[in-house]
């Protein structure tokens, strides 16, 4: 079955540490997004990529980082110096000659 | 920046009523896709448009892109209690970035 997978579906963190959300996609895709949901709106893209090894800072890069180095994975490190890290996190990924993306079921992240 | 502005916020419906939604933007777009989600899962695409003036349907959900490419629709028809959930737009234009509607909540009448 080709689809995009993010694990855990919850996650807990204490305040200060750094958390690591993994997505990986089996549909071949070249690009893949991480977007930031928070309750009453609309998705906020955090970062993108087009290619391996190449990424770019979406709206809301600031306390998190990423890297692209297979095809079919795209990890999303919350840092500490993210200010409200709680929040509900969604990757997608595109084919290249689409502009339609494709979501995982998303990660709950819970810090406190 | 780019914006979408997505209404009704939020919307009851009774079962077998139809239901509309629309977003609107200032910027003109090539691309307007429909999402819905439903509670704790990811968005799930309904339908994808690339033509100003187009008309596509997926079962009872119909949608159009505008045409002044700056305004989309979607509309459901005899809404059923499993149609409930968040329904979001996305514009895109070329070379840009997907921008999306801040959602429409569709909720059952009691």
Redesign the interface.
Same mark, same amino acid.
């Not at chain 2, 009523?17 to 977003?23: A, I, K, L």
């Not at chain 2, 629709?73 to 999306?100: E, H, M, R, T, W």
């Given at each position: 079955d080709g689809g995009?997978t993010?694990s855990p579906k919850y996650l807990f963190r204490k305040e200060g540490q750094n958390v690591t959300l993994s997505c990986e996609q089996n549909l071949n895709h070249d690009a893949m997004y991480w977007y930031r949901q928070d309750p !009453?709106? !609309? /998705?906020r /893209?955090i970062y %993108?990529s087009q290619i391996v090894n190449d990424f770019q800072k979406?709206?809301i890069a600031e306390g998190y980082s990423v890297s692209r180095e297979k095809k079919e994975s795209f990890p999303l490190t919350v840092t500490s110096a993210q200010k409200n890290p709680t929040a509900?996190y /969604?990757c997608?990924s595109r084919d290249g000659s689409s %502009?339609?993306? %494709?979501?995982?079921? !998303?990660t709950?992240l819970t810090v406190t | 920046g780019q914006q979408l502005n997505q209404s009704p916020q939020s919307m009851f419906i009774q079962e077998g009523e139809d239901v509309s939604m629309n977003c609107t933007s200032s910027s003109i777009f090539n691309t307007w896709l429909w999402y819905k989600q439903d509670p704790g899962e990811g968005p799930v695409l309904l339908i994808a448009l690339y033509k100003a003036g187009e008309l596509t349907s997926n079962g009872r959900l119909t949608a159009q892109f505008g045409i002044t490419r700056k305004d989309s629709f979607l509309n459901i028809s005899a809404s059923i209690p499993s149609d409930v959930g968040i329904y979001f737009c996305a514009g895109q234009s070329y070379g840009n970035k997907l921008v999306f509607g801040a959602g429409t909540i569709l909720r059952v009448k009691s």
């Amino acid at each position: 079955d080709g689809g995009i997978t993010q694990s855990p579906k919850y996650l807990f963190r204490k305040e200060g540490q750094n958390v690591t959300l993994s997505c990986e996609q089996n549909l071949n895709h070249d690009a893949m997004y991480w977007y930031r949901q928070d309750p !009453g709106q !609309g /998705l906020r /893209l955090i970062y %993108y990529s087009q290619i391996v090894n190449d990424f770019q800072k979406g709206d809301i890069a600031e306390g998190y980082s990423v890297s692209r180095e297979k095809k079919e994975s795209f990890p999303l490190t919350v840092t500490s110096a993210q200010k409200n890290p709680t929040a509900f996190y /969604l990757c997608a990924s595109r084919d290249g000659s689409s %502009y339609e993306q %494709y979501f995982g079921p !998303g990660t709950r992240l819970t810090v406190t | 920046g780019q914006q979408l502005n997505q209404s009704p916020q939020s919307m009851f419906i009774q079962e077998g009523e139809d239901v509309s939604m629309n977003c609107t933007s200032s910027s003109i777009f090539n691309t307007w896709l429909w999402y819905k989600q439903d509670p704790g899962e990811g968005p799930v695409l309904l339908i994808a448009l690339y033509k100003a003036g187009e008309l596509t349907s997926n079962g009872r959900l119909t949608a159009q892109f505008g045409i002044t490419r700056k305004d989309s629709f979607l509309n459901i028809s005899a809404s059923i209690p499993s149609d409930v959930g968040i329904y979001f737009c996305a514009g895109q234009s070329y070379g840009n970035k997907l921008v999306f509607g801040a959602g429409t909540i569709l909720r059952v009448k009691s």
